[in-house]
């Protein structure tokens, strides 16, 4: 059984996900901690419920989702996971930190990759990986069907989908792909954004305006 734990983190209001199974391990998805203080309750979440982090995972790399990477990965000697693009996404998270005037403790590159239809490992579950392009041209998502829930980034949330204007996006890729890859799985997975609180794929496939 996979817990799940969300902070919100940074000026951006971004969401954390720990990820913990069976053995005390946990998957750390978008660190976005921002603030010494938020690095500090990261850390202490991670200490006091005696968890062993193994993996660091980037859904993406905006900025807003990688300004704790630097933290997580020196604090637990952890490598920087992410879809492998042939786009400089760190330099292109480096540049958004200077255009919104952000103090960014740069990222380490990332050097594991993930891509479409591969799989995770994790205690009694498995993530299957989908690459989900739109909001951002290096998006992936996270999908555990045995205990119906994703990790979505910010590809679909509750009412709204991930905006396009920001270098790299495509509007109608984001809802080819969401109708596609998304919307084609159980409606009753549990949806946790990137932002904002959790939503079902049902629920949004019944709901949600750009699918209308
Ligand atoms: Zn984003």
């Known amino acids: 059984m996979i817990q799940i734990k ?11 996900y720990l990820l913990i ?10 660190p976005g901690c921002f603030s010494s203080t938020e690095e500090n309750e990261l ?4 200490t006091e419920n005696k968890l062993t982090p193994i993996r660091l995972i980037n859904t993406h790399f905006h900025i807003d989702h990688v300004l704790g990477n630097l933290f997580v990965s020196t604090t637990y000697k952890l490598p920087v996971t992410a879809y492998q693009s042939e786009i400089d996404m760190v330099a292109m998270a480096e540049r958004s930190a200077e255009l919104y005037g952000i103090p960014y403790k740069a990222s380490p590159k990332p050097t594991e ?4 239809g591969d799989s995770i490992h994790f205690g009694d579950a ?7 392009p739109g909001h951002a041209p ?14 979505g980034g910010d590809v679909l949330f509750k009412g709204s989908i991930g905006r396009t204007d920001l270098p790299g996006g495509n509007h109608h890729d984001l809802i080819d792909n969401i109708e596609n890859k998304i919307f ?9 954004s990137g932002h904002g ?16």
Request: overall charge negative; proline content about 5%; aromatic content about 14%.
């Open 184 to 192: 084609t799985l159980p409606g009753s997975i549990k949806v946790y």
């Open 138 to 151: 290096d998006h992936i998502v996270l999908v555990c069907e045995k205990e119906d829930f994703m990790i």
């Open 113 to 116: 990759f993930l891509q479409e």
């Open 126 to 132: 498995e993530l299957k990986i989908l690459f989900i």
């Open 43 to 46: 850390s202490t979440y991670i």
């Open 197 to 212: 609180p959790e939503t079902t794929i049902g629920e949004e496939k019944m709901t949600n305006p750009f699918f209308k």
């Open 6 to 16: 969300k902070f919100t983190f940074n000026p951006f209001q971004e969401n954390t």
């Open 21 to 30: 199974n069976e053995n005390n391990e946990c998957i750390v998805v978008d």
